[in-house]
């Protein structure tokens, strides 16, 4: 496709659950990040992939996010025992350059997560 | 925790006007860049601007940057009904001041909300 595309777009979930969230980056795409925005603010970093490498997770908010690039293209964020302040949009975003240059962020629509 | 602040939180004006949002920062950057974000949809890429530049402009907007304030402006020139939309601005660190090494990663501000009526 052209663009990022994430899915599922929207998902529920009773809490103590575990979910995945799956990320499509553009084709060729070194660097794929994944934020967290929760209503009315801007996102926040989680975590960063040059490739198949996990360089930075320094924004996973616990041991029950996890994420993974295994094949340096398809990302998959996965919760686990999800919480109810879970509940937010996580975008998934990419850049063809990595290390060393700063280029814009092509953002998916992400996926709205509610935990109930 | 975010990197830095915008105001105003919201804005509200007719067709036709400009519109200003500003936004400031807290540590040494390498660029910074505009986001405008639709209800409901990812973040779209607007302007970037280097740490060594003062103004840029890409159609109807333009961009300046303090770097001795941390601050920077978003104008939009002769708003339209569809810039209605939240507005991001995001910095990418200093490689110097990230240990050497930057990989792109933004840290954004909590928005401006705009709304422009028809």
């Known amino acids: 496709g052209a663009g990022v595309s994430q899915s599922p777009r929207y998902k529920v979930a009773k809490r103590g659950q575990d979910v995945a969230l799956r990320c499509d980056p553009i084709?060729?795409?070194?660097?794929l990040f994944w934020y967290q925005q929760a209503l009315g603010q801007g996102p926040e970093f989680l975590t960063y992939?040059?490739?198949?490498?996990?360089?930075?997770k320094s924004g996973l908010p616990s041991d029950r996010f996890f994420a993974e690039r295994p094949e340096g293209s398809v990302s998959t964020l996965k919760i686990q025992r999800t919480q109810q302040e879970d509940s937010a949009v996580y975008l998934c975003?990419?850049?063809?350059?990595?290390?060393?240059?700063?280029?814009?962020?092509?953002f998916g629509n992400g996926t709205r997560l509610t935990v109930t | 925790s975010q990197q830095g602040e915008e105001d105003p939180q919201a804005l509200s004006i007719q067709e036709g006007e400009n519109a200003t949002m500003n936004c400031s920062y807290k540590?040494?950057?390498?660029?910074l860049q505009w986001y405008r974000q639709n209800s409901g949809r990812g973040l779209v890429h607007l302007i970037l601007?280097?740490?060594?530049?003062r103004e840029k402009h890409s159609g109807r907007l333009r961009v300046t940057l303090d770097t001795s304030k941390k601050s920077s402006s978003l104008l939009i020139t002769a708003s339209r009904a569809a810039d209605t939309a939240s507005y991001f601005c995001?910095?990418?660190?200093?490689?110097?001041?990230?240990?050497?090494?930057?990989?792109?990663?933004?840290?954004f501000g909590q928005g401006t909300i705009l709304t422009v009526h028809p």
């Open positions: 975003a990419s850049s063809p350059t990595g290390t060393g240059n700063n280029s814009p962020l092509h």
């Open positions: 084709s060729g795409h070194v660097s």
């Open positions: 992939f040059q490739n198949e490498a996990q360089l930075d």
């Open positions: 540590t040494s950057i390498n660029n």
């Open positions: 601007i280097r740490s060594n530049e």
């Open positions: 995001a910095t990418a660190l200093d490689p110097a001041g990230a240990g050497g090494t930057s990989y792109g990663k933004l840290t």
